[in-house]
T-cell receptor
Framework: DAKTTQPTSMDCAEGRAANLPCNHSTISGNEYVYWYRQIHSQGPQYIIHGLKNNETNEMASLIITEDRKSSTLILPHATLRDTAVYYCIARTGGKLIFGQGTELSVKP | DGGITQSPKYLFRKEGQNVTLSCEQNLNHDAMYWYRQDPGQGLRLIYYSQIVNDFQKGDIAEGYSVSREKKESFPLTVTSAQKNPTAFYLC??????????????FGPGTRLLVL
């Protein structure tokens, strides 16, 4: 699985868009980019995943660069309940390899 | 409700004692996983099972054992050989670990503390 790099922490104002970047410069052609989040002391929650095209669901949007070396998770209207650690993972199948993620703090 | 349940929420272990953490899923998933999370860290894979009666070691299997006698259940035993067992333990399941796209669903976790 490709190694991913994320900022350690980010702040976002409530109601504004939260843009969480992830670098995966060694990603291979068949590796998907997955995003999970973990609210304190809970199990991780799946958010979204993609291969080449941008993806959107009810929770978030995923923007993947054309060279696939980086991606951005967008929470369009962040709420206080979006405060969590966000993990970006590149995988082909099988094991998920979690890094330390980005701790997002949404502030009123 | 479909999902993954883990019990207990908190577990205390005495020195030299084996303890077993429960994980049950009613999602009809073939694959199940156990992860360990230390404070401020990401998750690390302990064991995973692709199908009943089969399981594979993950990255940190030493001091742990598992069984998979039923599709719904994947208990984890933390043995006395695990010298630093204090951690948050998470169980997950997915449809089939061999698929290219595979989403894992996680339980609420068990926090293990050593007395």
């Amino acid at each position: 699985d490709a190694k991913t790099t994320q900022p350690t922490s980010m702040d976002c104002a409530e109601g504004r868009a939260a843009n969480l970047p992830c670098n995966h410069s060694t990603i291979s052609g068949n590796e998907y980019v997955y995003w999970y989040r973990q609210i304190h002391s809970q199990g991780p929650q799946y958010i979204i995943h993609g291969l080449k095209n941008n993806e959107t669901n009810e929770m978030a949007s995923l923007i993947i660069t054309e060279d696939r070396k980086s991606s951005t998770l967008i929470l369009p209207h962040a709420t206080l309940r979006d405060t969590a650690v966000y993990y970006c993972i590149a995988r082909t199948g099988g094991k998920l390899i979690f890094g330390q993620g980005t701790e997002l703090s949404v502030k009123p | 409700d479909g999902g993954i349940t883990q019990s207990p929420k908190y577990l205390f272990r005495k020195e030299g004692q084996n303890v077993t953490l429960s994980c049950e899923q009613n999602l009809n998933h073939d694959a199940m996983y156990w992860y360990r999370q230390d404070p401020g860290q990401g998750l690390r894979l302990i064991y995973y099972s692709q199908i009943v009666n089969d399981f594979q070691k993950g990255d940190i299997a030493e001091g742990y054992s598992v069984s998979r006698e039923k599709k719904e259940s994947f208990p984890l035993t933390v043995t006395s050989a695990q010298k630093n067992p204090t951690a948050f333990y998470l169980c997950a399941s997915s449809i089939d670990v061999r698929r290219t796209q595979e989403t894992q669903y996680f339980g609420p976790g068990t926090r293990l503390l050593v007395l």
